[in-house]
């Protein structure tokens, strides 16, 4: 049942996403003509952001005399491409079979997964209430209350801990401190230098195609389009990412195809990203 539901899942989302590109395609030829020089960019800070996250990941699971920071990269720019077969993000197994086999069991690399996840998503919570609009009354509550959320979770984790880990059976008590573990600085600093690189990824494309947007829309854009990759459920979030960047460029009153060709720059710097860090990974490795 569950693979049938993969197999649909990936075949409605591949066909849609087929027959946009074939539909058009002149309009994504032109901008992949005329806007090589932002892919260029673009593809660099992919491949920054992709390091980040990698670092990132070995600072969570906290096994570095096993992980080396290149092949982690490679790694995880090999996943990245994995989850664009399947839906539920199959290069997350990727990672941890090749980290199995570093000696780093399932439990411990999984775990290190959520709580990236766990990191994430409370620096998003930071980020929206620092970047939303002030316009309206509703706008102004909203920033104070998740303001107020991600002050006071830091003060919650300890007295949840001890409350989760007293209600259920002591098996899970690993699980249940390592989720509610805090951040380190540093933890906490990569995500939100990730979130960051992202923005301005996206500020740079939106201005180069001559909207008019500021960074703090992009920050709002960035956590949205990250949080929602955290738990994709299509291929490497395929058809979401578009859809919340085409809503983004099309609230921005973008013009002609714009909606439809900025976020295939997005997608394709991201594959190109990950490619290139394949190729220079593999002659390093070939170099040693």
């Not at 909203?142 to 991600?150: H, M, Q, S, T, V």
């Amino acid at each position: 049942m569950y693979r049938n539901i993969k197999k649909i899942i990936f075949s409605v989302v591949l066909c849609i996403y087929i027959l946009l590109i074939l539909k058009h395609q002149t309009q994504l030829i032109a901008a992949a003509t005329n806007y090589y020089y932002t892919i260029i960019l673009a593809t660099l800070l992919s491949i920054i952001g992709i390091t980040i996250q990698a670092i990132n990941y070995i600072q969570i699971l906290n096994r570095k005399q096993l992980l080396q920071t290149l092949p982690t990269i490679r790694i995880w720019s090999i996943s990245n491409l994995t989850n664009y077969i399947a839906p539920f993000q199959p290069g997350l197994l990727v990672r941890a079979k090749y980290f199995k086999h570093l000696g780093i069991d399932y439990i411990d690399s999984s775990m290190a997964v959520i709580k990236q996840i766990h990191y994430n998503f409370w620096v998003a919570i930071g980020l929206i209430s620092l970047t939303l609009p002030s316009d309206n009354s509703t706008f102004i509550f909203c920033k104070y209350f998740l303001a107020g959320i991600f002050f006071i979770w830091l003060f919650l984790l300890a007295p949840l801990k001890n409350i989760i880990g007293k209600i259920t059976n002591h098996r899970f008590s690993f699980f249940i401190n390592n989720f509610f573990s805090k951040p380190t600085l540093l933890q906490a600093g990569l995500c939100t230098l990730h979130y960051f690189v992202v923005s301005y990824l996206f500020y740079f494309i939106l201005t180069e195609f001559g909207l008019e947007v500021s960074f703090n829309d992009t920050v709002l854009l960035s956590t949205a389009l990250v949080l929602s990759s955290l738990v994709s459920i299509t291929p490497n979030n395929l058809g979401v990412q578009e859809i919340i960047i085409g809503l983004f460029v099309h609230a921005a009153s973008a013009a002609n195809f714009e909606y439809i060709t900025l976020p295939f720059i997005v997608r394709l710097s991201h594959i190109i990203a990950c490619t290139i860090i394949l190729s220079l990974t593999h002659k390093r490795q070939h170099s040693n």
